[in-house]
């Protein structure tokens, strides 16, 4: 598996202080630390700061990085290191009940309805197996192929593979999902009348 186009130049220029140079690797290779990070939180804010706090400390780091073609290898690890740490980060104070009475309520029936269906897809992304799903949430973040296979370390045809897998069993994992929701609808007698 051959190196990305340029991404030996980017790297060595990147190294020596070449912030133009950095700034397209993050461009290239966010959309695969933000999938990581998010595979691994299950919390798309906190997966944009643990993408951004991995990419700048790849770049105060990169002088050290010994073999430029291990880019891809060595940012998915620092990703995951990232991942690691928040774990360990102590818990969110939680609110009292007077101070949660006073929180705003979401405002419309469209926004809890946005936040329901995100729970959904979110749990029907939780069912792909971890490698189809990091190809599948990369390729949404509108990584190519050659992107994805890069970050991953694959050939682009197992790439291919995965996100056909990953598209055929989220839709049959949400067409469930909505089964079971129907079905719970006419349980409760809450059918709409056709």
Same mark, same amino acid.
């Not at 770049?59 to 290191?81: D, V």
């Not at 809890?112 to 069912?127: H, K, N, P, Y």
């Not at 190519?144 to 296979?149: F, K, L, M, N, V």
């Given at each position: 598996m051959g190196d990305p186009p340029g991404l030996l130049e980017l790297v060595r220029d990147a190294s020596v202080g070449d912030r133009a140079a950095f700034d397209e690797l993050a461009r290239r290779y966010?959309?695969?630390?933000h999938a990581l990070c998010f595979d691994r939180t299950r919390d798309f804010a906190v997966a944009e700061d643990l993408a951004q706090e991995a990419l700048l400390q790849a770049?105060?780091?990169?002088?050290?990085?010994?073999?430029?073609?291990?880019?891809?290898?060595?940012?998915? =690890?620092?990703?995951?290191?990232c991942c690691r740490s928040w774990v360990r980060r102590p818990a969110p104070v939680l609110l009292g009940l007077e101070a949660a009475q006073q929180m705003a309520l979401p405002d419309t029936f469209e926004e809890?309805?946005?936040? =329901?269906?995100?729970?959904?897809?979110?749990?029907?992304?939780?069912?792909?197996?971890?490698n189809n799903r990091l190809a599948f949430l990369m390729h949404a973040h509108g990584s190519?192929?050659?992107?994805?296979?890069d970050f991953l370390d694959v050939p682009e045809t197992t790439v291919v593979g995965r996100l056909h897998r990953a598209r055929s069993r989220l839709r049959a994992l949400l067409r469930d999902r909505m089964g079971e929701a129907v079905a719970r609808q006419k349980a409760d007698g809450r059918e709409r009348p056709t």
């Open positions: 966010r959309p695969g630390v770049h105060a780091a990169l002088s050290e990085l010994r073999e430029p073609a291990a880019f891809p290898r060595w940012l998915r =690890q620092i990703a995951l290191n809890v309805a946005r936040r =329901q269906l995100g729970r959904e897809v979110a749990a029907a992304l939780a069912g792909l197996p971890e190519s192929y050659r992107e994805i296979a």
